[in-house]
């Protein structure tokens, strides 16, 4: 199949499932994850009306996405960055959605002199393989020293399903990060907090009815990863 026609594919899967919830497909947004994919299919997509999107490695950008690159591309980090290419990231990205530690969001801040939105990452799955604060008391620490500093804004939380779970424990999972993100504002009251990036090619639809803002589509779009 054409980009064109697997890009037009999961929006209309998206609108239904938007539908199916009873959302707004507008409340949902979709990230065109294209790590391990070349430069030329992300413009393609882009061509198509696809401004979002999602890479896991500062150097695989580096070496592929031309700089300067189109305005109109907005590139996040979804992938685990170490703290010695924070300088890096973030003059290639326009967010980082896979903040998982108070640490690695102090190197960012310190390498910072423009306002720069960040989601914070939480394990919902008991992986060990996955990244993330480790619990709500871990994460709400790290919002409060955030919230005292100049540049990271905070715009919602992130997280990866269980990725061998059934329904009943990916659905867990994307509900008790909607849960954490509700309990977050509520204590903290952070301006435009709102977005959930929880949902991939295998589960965005439950993502979608648990309340996901930002659903990360890699495979659907662009094919198996070389």
Not at 51 to 78: S, Y
Not at 111 to 122: A, G, M, T, Y
Not at 155 to 160: D, N, R, S, V
């Amino acid at each position: 199949m054409s980009l064109k026609t697997n890009y037009e594919e999961v929006l209309a899967s998206l609108q239904e499932a938007s539908l199916r919830a009873g959302r707004k497909p507008q409340e949902i947004q979709l990230m065109a994850v294209s790590k391990t994919h070349p430069f030329s299919d992300m413009l393609a997509i882009h061509e198509f009306g696809q401004n979002l999107f999602g890479e896991n490695r500062v150097q695989e950008v580096q070496q592929k996405v031309p700089q300067p690159r189109i305005d109109a591309m907005d590139l996040h980090l979804i992938g685990h960055l170490q703290s010695n290419k924070a300088k890096k990231a973030i003059q290639l990205f326009n967010g980082i959605d896979s903040v998982d530690s108070l640490k690695l969001a102090e190197k960012l801040e310190q390498n910072l002199e423009r306002p720069f939105p960040i989601l914070l990452e939480l394990k919902t799955a008991k992986e060990e393989t996955k990244s993330g604060f480790e619990n709500e008391k871990e994460l709400f620490e790290a919002v409060e020293a955030i919230l005292g500093w100049k540049y990271l804004k905070i715009k919602g939380l992130m997280t990866i399903g269980p990725l061998e779970g059934d329904e009943r424990e990916v659905r867990g999972a994307f509900s008790s990060l909607r849960g954490v993100l509700e309990r977050m504002n509520t204590t903290f009251s952070i301006p435009d907090c709102n977005t959930l990036s929880m949902g991939m090619s295998t589960d965005y639809a439950w993502a979608i009815e648990e309340g996901s803002t930002v659903v990360r589509i890699g495979t659907k779009l662009f094919g198996k990863r070389g």
